[in-house]
């Protein structure tokens, strides 16, 4: 449908992650990208302020904003899956590649550009970025549900820990150090 697009975004509500775990607290999608943008935009800054880097933060936070968007017609592919095997892996892209035509057929002509870069940034290191807070999303959600008592998730946690590693990203290490502790803690010891 013309001018459909932010209709179907807005559907990412109903999509849910982590499929193949037990939750203890559900998550859709436009949560997790709200999350996901806001911990891109401090990566950034971060890069910025401390490691002398030239990032656009805002650019950063909006790309992330919009970086599962596509899965209001894929679905969340659990991440085992999606990463089987090359084939399902290249299988996939295709599928990405033709549900950001889809969702930016849903708009006036000149604004689908634009959405289309944002769905599929080529800039590598907006890109690395938004992964860099993706991953560390998926980590908070996995300390989340560990401190509510569910297992399910120790392992979850160790393999992204691990990836998260292998990225080599010192905005996200540093993230990691500052800002990641508190969320274990409760409330009251958030409490200025």
Not at 35 to 53: E, F, Y
Request: glycine fraction near 4%; aromatic fraction near 8%; hydrophobic fraction near 40%.
């Amino acid at each position: 449908m013309k001018n459909g697009f932010f209709a179907l975004v807005f559907r990412q509500q109903y999509i849910r992650r982590w499929g193949l775990m037990r939750n203890v607290k559900e998550e859709n999608l436009a949560e997790h990208s709200a999350q996901t943008a806001m911990i891109a935009h401090a990566l950034a800054l971060i890069g910025n302020r401390r490691l002398g880097k030239n990032y656009d933060a805002n650019a950063v936070a909006v790309c992330a904003l919009y970086h599962d968007a596509t899965e209001v017609y894929t679905g969340d592919l659990p991440t085992p899956v999606k990463y089987f095997d090359p084939e399902i892996r290249e299988s996939y892209r295709k599928i990405e590649k033709k549900a950001i035509e889809t969702l930016t057929s849903g708009l006036p002509d000149d604004l689908s550009g634009e959405y289309a870069e944002l769905l599929d940034t080529p800039d590598a290191q907006i890109h690395k970025l938004v992964k860099a807070a993706d991953k560390l999303c998926a980590y908070l959600k996995c300390v989340e549900e560990l401190k509510c008592g569910n297992a399910d998730f120790a392992d979850a946690k160790e393999t992204i820990s691990r990836s998260m590693a292998e990225m080599e990203c010192e905005e996200l290490d540093i993230f990691m150090k500052e800002f990641v502790p508190p969320f274990g803690a409760t409330l009251d010891k958030l409490h200025l």
